[in-house]
């Protein structure tokens, strides 16, 4: 008897962060799709490979083209990427779309102050920076004045 159920080849980084976002990715199909079955295909992307240069400047390939190829060639069906991870102009890859966006988390973060003071707190001027270790490696560091 054949099977009704379809396999969707999910393409995605190795790294933890971009696995826990493929989880989740994998338990929206399930829960909007039963028949459909997932399967994850791993890719150490360049600036993993050769961190340096090309990741520091967040170059378009570093982190999603050989996953972009792979959808394109068919190797994979969708790909899950962290919009970190996303840079360039265009955004989108010709031949391919952001065809969804899962539902955000909390976009709080943390603020650490030596005196206690909370973000509303600040005096004018005040320098606020936000960082992003990138899988160990110091990544892009991105400031507001509040």
Do not use: W, Y
Request: glycine share 10%; net charge negative.
């Amino acid at each position: 008897m054949p099977s009704n159920r379809r396999t969707i080849r999910i393409g995605a980084r190795a790294s933890a962060m971009s696995l826990a976002q493929v989880a989740g990715v994998r338990a929206d199909l399930a829960a909007l799709h039963p028949d459909v079955v997932t399967e994850l295909v791993p890719f150490v992307a360049a600036g993993d490979r050769e961190p340096g240069e090309q990741a520091e400047l967040h170059d378009k390939g570093a982190f999603t083209g050989d996953i972009e190829e792979a959808l394109l060639s068919g190797v994979c069906d969708l790909a899950v990427h962290c919009m970190k991870d996303v840079a360039g102009d265009p955004l989108v890859t010709p031949g391919t779309v952001f065809a969804a966006h899962p539902k955000r988390a909390d976009i709080r973060d943390a603020l650490i102050h030596p005196g206690g003071l909370t973000l509303d707190q600040l005096p004018p001027g005040t320098r606020v920076a936000a960082s992003l270790i990138r899988d160990g490696a110091r990544g892009l560091i991105d400031s507001i004045d509040h």
